[in-house]
């Protein structure tokens, strides 16, 4: 008889078996599955940075905002693509006449940036006519009493 276990008779009392190896599958496969799932709940369109820490920060929707980083060494990128001053200007001017009542900039800038270099981002950005500025920044963890 297939799938009997061999040596007892084949009129005895079957005996139920809990089959290990796909519940590890399909464990691994839904932990992978989350994993994904979570990184992609907060995509940045930026460069990657080291963020500054903030204990008030909000969570932030993403559609429709261009992102411009500043990094470290005072460089900008218009979301991954690094720009000349120049072409961050044009960009700003193009994506301004393309989204005229919602356009919003994220500045992503490094926390080693100098200040200068983002307050010259955020006065381009209020120069062309955005109003909506979001500053990305990570969240603090809360201080513990002791």
Known sequence: ?????????????????????????????????????????????????????????????????????????????WDKDPVTLDEFLTRLKTFHIEHPDDARILINGDAE????????VFDEVRKAGIQKVLIETKVKPPASTS
Do not use: H, W
């Open 113 to 120: 940036a100098t200040f200068a270099s983002a307050i010259y």
């Open 1 to 77: 008889m297939a799938g009997s276990s061999g040596g007892g008779s084949s009129g005895g009392k079957k005996r139920a078996r809990i089959e290990i190896i796909p519940l590890i599958d399909v464990i691994f496969f839904l932990l992978a599955t989350f994993v994904l799932f979570t990184l992609s709940l907060n995509k940045s369109q930026g460069l990657r940075v080291n963020l500054p820490e903030s204990e008030t920060g909000e969570p932030r929707d993403p559609a429709g905002t261009a992102t411009i980083t500043v990094t470290e060494e005072g460089t900008l990128a």
